[in-house]
């Protein structure tokens, strides 16, 4: 059974930063591609970026340029680097992974974790 368990969210202020951790409990290189996911309050879950098999990145234009997706292989954990965090950022932030080759731009729905919450404060 493949378990992700994300973890580092939390309340800061609007400039601020946080670093998610998705661990995984599986060697992460059996997945083409891993990506995280938000939902901010009453919205629907969106992609906000993915890390694919070979090292490639993609983000969201949103998030350009402040958030950045890592992984370590030997830890079977995925990262997600956020600076510069907006209110807007506000949302439950999921992790997920797919066996299947991606584009990079989703979807990546095989498996997800539980979700952890980050709140951005203006």
């Known amino acids: 059974q493949v378990r992700l368990v994300e973890s580092g969210g939390g309340l800061v202020q609007a400039g601020g930063s946080l670093r998610l951790t998705c661990t995984v409990s599986?060697?992460?290189?059996?997945?083409?591609?891993m990506g995280w996911y938000r939902q901010a309050p009453g919205k629907s879950r969106e992609f906000v970026g993915s890390?694919?098999?070979?090292?490639?990145?993609n983000v969201v234009d949103s998030v350009k340029g402040r958030f950045t997706i890592s992984r370590d292989n030997a830890k079977n954990t995925m990262y997600l680097q956020m600076d510069r965090l907006k209110p807007e950022d506000t949302a439950v932030y999921y992790c997920?992974?797919?066996?299947?080759?991606?584009?990079?731009?989703?979807?990546?729905?095989?498996?997800w974790g539980q979700g952890t919450q980050v709140t951005v404060s203006f």
């Open positions: 890390i694919l098999s070979g090292g490639r990145t």
């Open positions: 599986r060697n992460i290189l059996m997945f083409a591609s």
């Open positions: 997920s992974a797919d066996m299947s080759t991606s584009t990079g731009w989703g979807p990546i729905d095989d498996y």
